[in-house]
């Protein structure tokens, strides 16, 4: 392990501000962390897939908050969304724009309180920005060391589940053998449940935010969109385009399918309304004329792209598909593993995960199988399935009451 | 005007099919039409449209059910969704596979009752399906007769106030001067809302199914979304590719977005659920391994692409995008110019138009300036928007009676 935060750039505050202020998101943290946040690196020299794979030199980014007590028995983890990285709370500079995407839940009195909790938080595999200096991950875009070039779709498939046991083998360093809680958003949720089903005995608690207990047909489906405009980009070249032109063009498309999605009319409606890009050039006038929205969605998903990897957006897109609690074929059996407190937190509007199919039907077969789980609506605001990023702290006395139990 | 139903192909059963069947719709029709359907073509020596340009030569193809009795009275317009075509009814030949896509409401004795109405359907300008034998379209793919070249993205910018005074002409051409009815769906209630707000004295009534009275802001950045594997493909080529390698890559990705969006988790849940494309390839096994669904919209798109034109795709979402009632800046302006019944049929599921943010709000303006409005939410089933094709039998009765008022 070895601190990386001499490396952390402007791009990182950039990465963090397009998901903060350009989509009217906001933090405003009461209480701010305790000093800076450093990153720091977790190596393995070799990790073997839940598919037989094998990957030789493991690299794995995190960070943490608070302070682990004597008996290690303090921790929280938290796992980070799609696009998201382990940067869940602080800065890393004084005059980083914006901290953590879940700050307004992290530091002193607040309710992953610092006081009480170490929290934890690692970059997964394959994370989508391979290029954020703030961000160390292992996937496509990392040199194979059996032949000194970047993995590209030689990189052995991933499922969440090895997002879970790289992170087990991270709390091993650390010698940390439970947890108070997994927490997790979207993404993030699906490793909560997970670590919940794999290592029953470590984890006290889960909490699962904008997701669900397996990836839908429906959202199968449209993982499958997500990715398509990087695979119609002639430059993805199937995956070999490390030192070449890269497929950036269909990189940005694909994220400005997941940015939308990821949102709600709602939010459109505040944000934007039927605005012209620019005043003066009708929409109706020309066929290259935008309306804001569009101008707004080609900008945001640029700035991602540019800090961005295609294969790992693809390797991504892999892992969620696939995603089912346990990583059998049964869900059923998969949820038979979960047998500790649960506390659900979807967003009302979420497009990605809507309740209705996900978490509500997930409360009644945790329930129906003597769980127990509370469940709480109450970040629902204007943004869709981002809500869970950006109201979590609208939940925040249900998640202190929740840790507290 | 002359007929072309001698050029009808296999394409046009095939692409009825690849909706009526592979999305597990089914529409059973009672009774059928008396005789077969009959393809022509009305034809405009030149046409200026709502932003001032020119189409020379406009050709459009149409069909009618019924008989235009002598006061030419009887007359109820249809209009088609997206990726509609004027083919609502009937079949041209008898073994058909599959009858027009509202052949279950348009017949003798039912709600479209071909035994006291003349139902006239036309294509719209730049249809997609402007390589399907059976449609009769004006737009980028069409001769431009100044150059004897396709216009390409030369082709004026076109809004769906074009499509309903291209329908106009059309009427005026049959000596039409009122209409019992204009119907449409999504695309097509953009039209019969447009049509009773550009001809309030012609038009008695409007049936306006799983549509909206505005493309809303986030409906206009999914659109761009819909539209952006195309210009993806390098074959695109800036709309110049007629003649050379089309960007048939991006065109099946932009169908395949077009269609999982009109659809829901509800039809994607009984018609697939995680079920693999091929049995023994788990798709955690290998990033080429496919779920069910997947395989089902790269086979359902590449179909619809082999008939569609990219162009026309991209001039289509433009004039969808753009579309508010009334084609002004206001909204309100718009609608005040609608004075007439009007009948709202949504779907409960629709992601396209929500009724939440489309026609229930819609409902509360024209009731607010007087209109009569009648809204019925009986058509939901499991298919979200595509409810409002394969399910408008349901409300048939509703149907009936607002068309007797």
């Known amino acids: 392990m070895r601190g990386v935060s001499s490396r952390l750039g402007r791009l990182a505050a950039a990465a963090v501000l397009s998901l903060g202020t350009m989509g009217a998101v906001a933090a405003s ?4 962390l305790d000093g800076l946040v450093e990153k720091k690196v977790f190596e393995m020299p070799s990790y073997t897939t839940t598919g037989g794979g094998t990957i030789k030199n493991v690299r794995i980014g995190w960070e943490s908050y608070g302070k682990l007590n004597e008996a290690k ?7 980070h969304f799609f696009s998201g990285t382990s940067h869940a709370a602080g800065k890393y500079k004084a005059d980083d724009a914006a901290p953590g995407y ?30 954020d200096p703030t961000v160390v991950t292992t996937g496509p875009a990392s040199i194979n060391p059996d032949t000194g070039k970047p993995y590209g779709m030689s990189f052995p498939v991933v499922t969440i589940r090895d997002f879970v046991n790289v992170q087990k083998a991270l709390l091993d360093s650390l010698g940390i053998k439970s947890l108070q809680a997994v927490m997790g958003g979207s993404m993030g949720s699906l490793q909560a449940l997970e670590w919940a089903a794999s290592y029953p005995d470590m984890v006290k608690r889960v909490v699962a935010v904008i ?7 429906f959202l199968i489906g449209w993982l499958n969109l997500w990715a398509a405009p990087i695979k119609v980009d002639p430059n993805w070249n199937n995956g070999d385009y490390y030192g070449k032109a890269e497929p950036k063009a269909g990189l940005t498309e694909a994220l400005k399918v997941v940015t939308l999605h990821a949102r709600h009319w709602k939010w459109a409606d505040a944000a934007f309304g039927r605005k012209w890009a620019e005043e003066g050039k009708d929409p ?22 540019a ?3 295609a294969n790992h957006f693809l390797y991504l897109v892999k892992a969620s598909q696939t995603f089912v609690t346990g990583n059998g074929n049964s869900l059923e059996d998969g949820l038979a593993k ?55 702290a609208k939940a925040g006395d249900t998640i202190t009451k929740f840790l507290a139990r």
Not at 29 to 32: K, T
Not at 73 to 79: E, K, P, T
Not at 109 to 130: H, R, W
């Open 29 to 32: 943290p009461a209480l701010a």
């Open 73 to 79: 028995d303090n921790v929280i983890l938290v796992a």
């Open 102 to 131: 879940w700050d307004s839940i992290v530091g002193p009195g607040k309710p992953l309180d610092t006081d009480k909790y170490f929290i934890i938080s690692s970059d997964t595999l394959v994370n989508l920005s391979a290029k």
């Open 211 to 217: 997701g669900g207990p397996e990836a839908d047909p």
């Open 284 to 305: 109706r006038a020309a066929m290259n004329n935008q309306f804001a929205i569009e101008a707004w969605l080609d900008k945001a998903a640029a700035a991602r792209a």
């Open 307 to 309: 800090v961005s990897d």
């Open 338 to 392: 979960i047998k500790v407190p649960v506390l659900l937190i979807p967003s009302d509007d979420d497009l990605v995960f809507p309740p209705e199919r996900a978490m509500r039907p997930l409360k009644e077969r945790l329930e129906k199988q003597g769980v127990a789980v509370e469940y709480t609506d109450s970040i629902t605001s204007t943004l869709g399935h981002l809500d869970g990023v950006a109201n979590i």
